[in-house]
């Protein structure tokens, strides 16, 4: 069975995850983020919300997972691109 991104990646789509971030859609999650902590992110799509999740865990360990890194890796502004870069420590 082939898997399906539920909401594609469509412009709209796209830029409706690259608003995101912990503020908007991960408050809730923030007073338990303690620095050093180690967390895993299943599906972290763009990583727009991991990147915040790493932030608050400095100098923790952030292990994201998303089967779509290539899409989103390719977003026309190239946030996307960027903030994997960051996330995962990858150097240009």
């Not at 539920?6 to 971030?21: D, H, I, L, Q, V």
């Not at 100098?59 to 946030?79: C, I, K, Y």
Request: net charge positive; proline share 7%; hydrophobic share 35%.
């Amino acid at each position: 069975m082939q898997e399906k991104y539920t909401p594609g990646y469509s412009s709209n789509a796209t830029n409706f995850m690259a608003k995101r971030s912990l503020d908007t859609h991960g408050a809730f999650f923030k007073p338990y983020l303690r620095p050093g902590m180690k967390l895993l992110d299943c599906g972290c799509g763009p990583g727009t919300i991991a990147l915040g999740l790493t932030r608050g865990i400095a100098p923790g360990t952030l292990t994201v997972m998303s089967n779509a890194l290539r899409e989103w890796s390719q977003h026309p502004d190239g946030f996307f691109a960027a903030a994997w870069c960051e996330v995962v420590g990858w150097k240009g």
